[in-house]
C-alpha cells in the first residue's frame, strides 16, 4: 500500500509530491532493508524531473561499506 502511494507521488512529477516520495522511500526502504520494490523506487526518485527530489534520493544511502 505505501509502495503503491510513493510510486503515485513519483509519477506526478511535482515538486511536494517528489520529496514526499523521497521521504517515504527512505522510511520505508531503511526498514525493510532495501527490498527489491524499494531500491526499484528509489532509482525512480533518482532519475526524477525536479532536482531537489534527485538530490534527496541520491543522498539516501542503501549499504554501508
Avoid: C, F, S
Avoid at 506526478?12 to 532493508?33: D, K, M, Y
Amino acid at each position: 500500500m505505501l509502495l503503491v502511494a510513493a510510486r503515485r507521488l513519483t509519477a506526478h512529477g511535482g515538486h511536494g509530491q517528489g520529496l514526499l516520495a523521497a521521504a517515504l522511500t527512505e522510511a520505508i526502504g531503511t526498514r525493510t532493508g532495501w527490498a527489491a520494490p524499494w531500491r526499484q523506487q528509489l532509482r525512480a526518485l533518482r532519475r526524477h524531473p525536479v532536482a531537489d527530489v534527485r538530490d534527496a534520493a541520491l543522498n539516501q544511502m542503501t549499504a554501508y561499506e
